[in-house]
């Protein structure tokens, strides 16, 4: 298969792939079968796997991006939603019928959950009556009295020219059971965090320490690794793997961003949301544990003003910027926050759209002219030729202190970001004005401080966006917050503290309501 051939399979969508896969089956040939097989891990996970379930759109988009960039990923997914099936079951059958000289070991935290994986490649190999015709050369189907002793579920392997001590699929737990020998080109992880694992701060260390002796298992020539997982704990083994910033985090979560079931008949899941627990849900579907899967924030943190104090408030901007302006991207979201003489926070001004950049750039002069910051902080891992557009902009418009920074993978996945912000809240804090009016470029009027406070904050982090917790948030960032001060008072301020609204006056009053004064 030329590379011209490949990047037109990838590329197709599921009906033209209906089509390419009919005509790879009336030709008939073992060789055709054979080489798609090496070459479309949907193809082996629909055709010859027989995984009917996985004919999805969803399920393909996933089986395309695994491939495009298989090593050195954490994937969390949703329960259900095919990754073990497509990275442990099919990656790694893929792997070995493309190298049946290297060598694998899947690793659980308990090795019988690894053997389980495993389990399912050996009947294929066993059974799979199209891989044993495509892969003669690679599989003992026609003469298993050859098999050996290496054909049991902890360890198979298959033909091969090499005499290597390691089978060529082999199982290990983790925290039990794990090997003290053997050296694999490819260390799979699935599911080495369980419930289990995360019951004391002790277990989770003890299983972050086997994972760090586990890599051992390696070759001197460059190991390959596959995480694939579910959240327990916010500080769990996985929150120490990305710590190391050598893991990059890939989420799908089972809704998209209006919310809507992704891979699930709607009825499905709204019966499975409805019968698992909260912490369940949040960890298991959501890839979002919080505690005992409660709700990050509370009602009763929400502080709200109808003037600001006058003390002395040094203002600064924090613009988090998505590149995209559809239906389904995210927001970009710039926040006005006003570091008084008191120590507080107070959120001044708002910014939350979908904007193309000459848009971004015009609201954040508008912000600017208005509030007259001491810096802008803009992040630009979304938008990275932003700063420069911004730049040439105020050669036109005036100048300001511009700060761009990003997001560093060490920086941790947004929802420990989000995290820094409870404790502020919970110490009062953190003031919002009573509400904001804000006429989207799409003309429609938004009251931000209620969207805040119902689409994020009241609901994090069972949420379709959270833009505005994140954007918030960046004042953590290690780029951001050492420029970030606080004020004193120079003279005996004329402080009247902020006026405290209740949650439930702000609720009971709708849009019409805020925009028909």
């Known amino acids: ?53 996985a004919w999805h759109p969803w399920v393909l988009a996933r089986c395309r991006e695994v491939e495009a960039d298989p090593d050195e990923h954490l994937d969390l997914w949703s329960r259900g939603h095919f990754k073990s099936t ?19 070991c899947i690793m659980s935290y308990k090795a019988g959950a690894a053997e389980a994986f495993a389990s399912q490649i050996k009947t294929a190999f066993e059974k799979n009556d199209i891989l044993a015709k495509c892969f003669p050369d690679v599989l003992w189907t026609d003469r298993p009295d050859r098999r050996g002793d290496q054909w049991t579920v902890s360890d198979f392997t298959v033909r091969r020219k090499t005499n290597r001590k390691e089978a060529s699929v082999s199982t290990s737990g983790l925290v039990t059971g794990m090997r003290t020998g053997g050296h694999y080109d490819l260390l799979v992880y699935d599911d080495t965090v369980t419930p289990e694992s995360v019951t004391t701060p002790e277990q989770i260390r003890k299983t972050t320490d086997a994972w760090s002796m586990s890599l051992n298992l390696g070759t001197l020539d460059g190991t390959r690794h596959w995480y694939i997982g579910t959240r327990y704990a916010l500080y769990d083994t996985y929150y ?3 710590k190391t910033g050598t893991i990059t985090e890939r989420r799908h979560v089972c809704i998209d961003k209006d919310g809507k079931p992704v891979l699930l ?69 710039m926040w ?18 979908k904007l193309t950049q000459s848009q971004r750039c015009a609201k954040l002069f508008e912000l600017v002219e208005k509030w007259r910051p001491v810096t802008v902080f803009y992040e630009e891992n979304a938008a990275p030729d932003d700063p420069a557009y911004i730049r ?13 920074f990003r997001q560093k993978s060490n920086s941790g996945p947004k929802a420990q970001r989000i995290e820094t912000l409870e404790p502020l809240y919970r110490a009062g804090l953190m003031w919002l004005p009573e509400a904001l009016r804000y006429r989207q470029y799409d003309g429609s009027w938004r009251d931000l401080v209620q969207d805040f406070l119902r689409d994020e ?36 301020p004329r402080f009247a503290a902020p006026e405290q609204t209740r949650l439930d006056a702000l609720a009971a009053r709708t849009d019409d309501d805020l925009f028909a004064r």
């Open 336 to 353: 006005v926050v006003g570091l008084g003489a008191d120590r507080r926070y107070y959120w001044a001004d708002l910014v939350r759209d």
């Open 240 to 242: 120490e793997m990305l």
């Open 392 to 404: 040439d902009e105020m050669a036109r418009r005036g100048h300001f202190d511009l700060k761009p």
């Open 457 to 492: 904050f009241l609901s994090y982090p069972q949420v379709v966006h959270d833009d505005m917790l994140d954007a918030q948030a960046s004042m953590g960032n290690a780029d951001v917050k050492p420029f970030m001060e606080f004020p004193t008072f120079k003279t005996a």
């Open 265 to 333: 008949p709607q009825a499905e899941f709204d019966k499975k949301k409805a019968e698992m627990t909260s912490k369940d849900w949040a960890s298991q579907m959501m890839q979002t544990p919080v505690g005992d899967g409660e709700l990050l924030m509370k009602e009763e943190w929400i502080h709200a003003y109808r003037r600001l104090p006058e003390i002395p408030i040094n203002y600064y901007i924090l613009a988090d910027t998505a590149q995209k302006q559809t239906n389904a991207s995210d927001y970009t979201v």
């Open 86 to 104: 497509i990275i442990t079951y099919a990656g790694v059958a893929q792997y070995i019928l493309a190298n049946p000289e290297k060598t694998v």
């Open 1 to 53: 298969m030329t590379k011209e051939q490949y990047d037109t399979l990838h590329a197709a969508p599921l009906d033209g792939l209906a089509q390419i896969y009919a005509g790879v089956w009336r030709d008939n040939s073992p060789a055709l079968v054979r080489e798609f097989i090496l070459n479309d891990r949907f193809f082996l996970l629909t055709q010859v796997l027989d995984v009917a379930p």
